[in-house]
């Protein structure tokens, strides 16, 4: 069965998603990709198409259009303008409302009918308005949420303890961005408790780490891409495979009109249900200040 994935927006990020992508064993076997720029998307197919001789995956990989979409199973955003030096976040935020307007517009004349994964930042926002210009159910519209923050968190642990960032269970939620929280009092070991293993001012520092990973890479390297790659290439398999899997998504919050990073479970009709998390009193809070900073956001976009 043909499992097909469209990447609009071939930047650094779209295409270390594709690169990612070729380079483990997934279930796309054909990729198209649509940008502005007609000319680098034909460099960037005549590339991956390429590596396939030494790729773990078969596919098929060529310069896409929206007449492509209509029989896509998912559509990857990466498109977006990045902020100018001294815009703010409103006026960067009603730009890329507007090409994603353009974008999804065009998608869904198309008879798109798959699910969309956004990574564009900011992410909760831009998916709460790709479901909104498209009317599809708000299940098959996720973002990449706290993945990668998640990812980063993992990462810090398992390296401080000497643990496999695979076997530390916890999670990053929230809104991405600095409003985004550990609830280490979910954080564990092989059902341990994570304050087992480091003390309170561990989590502390690696709190700061996490949230301020992406300002550190951005100014030794000016973007970040490869790690956003890698986690939407796991929600992909996720999505084409039915896994049922437990990923931290940017999904729909139905009592607060919002999408925000929360666990939630991922099969072919993207994110069918939340796994909600017991939070201290104090997490609560953080996660109600997160929701009221987007819903904010939002509003402020709307008016």
């Known amino acids: 069965m043909n499992k097909k994935v469209i990447i609009i927006g071939c930047g650094n990020v779209g295409m270390s998603y594709a690169y990612a992508l070729l380079n483990q064993r997934t279930y796309v076997n054909e990729l198209d990709l649509i940008d502005l720029n007609e000319e680098r998307v034909l460099g960037e197919v005549m590339d991956l198409n390429h590596c396939l001789a030494f790729s773990p995956s078969k596919m098929k990989i060529k310069v896409g259009s929206y007449s492509d979409c209509r029989d896509a199973n998912l559509i990857v955003i990466a498109a977006g303008v990045n902020q100018a030096p001294g815009e ?28 969309f994964l956004i990574a564009t930042n900011p992410v909760d926002i831009m998916t709460y308005l790709t479901q909104k210009y498209s009317n599809l159910p708000k299940s098959r519209v996720i973002g ?15 390296d401080k303890i000497k643990v496999s960032p695979s076997n530390i269970h916890g999670y990053v939620i929230g809104e991405h961005g600095d409003s985004e929280f550990i609830p280490w009092s979910d954080v564990n070991i092989a059902l341990q408790p994570i304050s087992e293993f480091i003390t309170k001012e561990d989590m502390d520092e690696i709190s700061l780490e996490v949230r301020g990973a992406a300002d550190k890479i951005i100014k030794a390297k000016g973007a970040t891409y490869y790690g956003i790659g890698m986690c939407l290439v796991r929600i992909t398999n996720a999505i084409l495979g039915d896994e049922n899997t437990v990923l931290v998504v940017s999904s729909y919050d139905e009592t607060n009109d919002v999408y925000i990073g929360l666990p939630s479970v991922i099969n072919k009709d993207g994110a069918a249900r939340k796994i909600f998390i017991n939070l201290e009193p104090d997490e609560e809070e953080k996660l109600v200040n997160s929701i009221n900073i987007l819903k904010n956001a939002i509003k402020e976009l709307e008016e």
């Open 88 to 115: 703010t976040r409103l006026n960067l935020l009603k730009r890329n409302a507007a090409i994603f307007k353009s974008i999804i517009t065009e998608v869904m004349n198309n008879g798109f009918n798959g699910v």
């Open 144 to 158: 990449s949420g706290t993945s990668l923050d998640t990812a980063r968190l993992r990462f810090l642990i398992g």
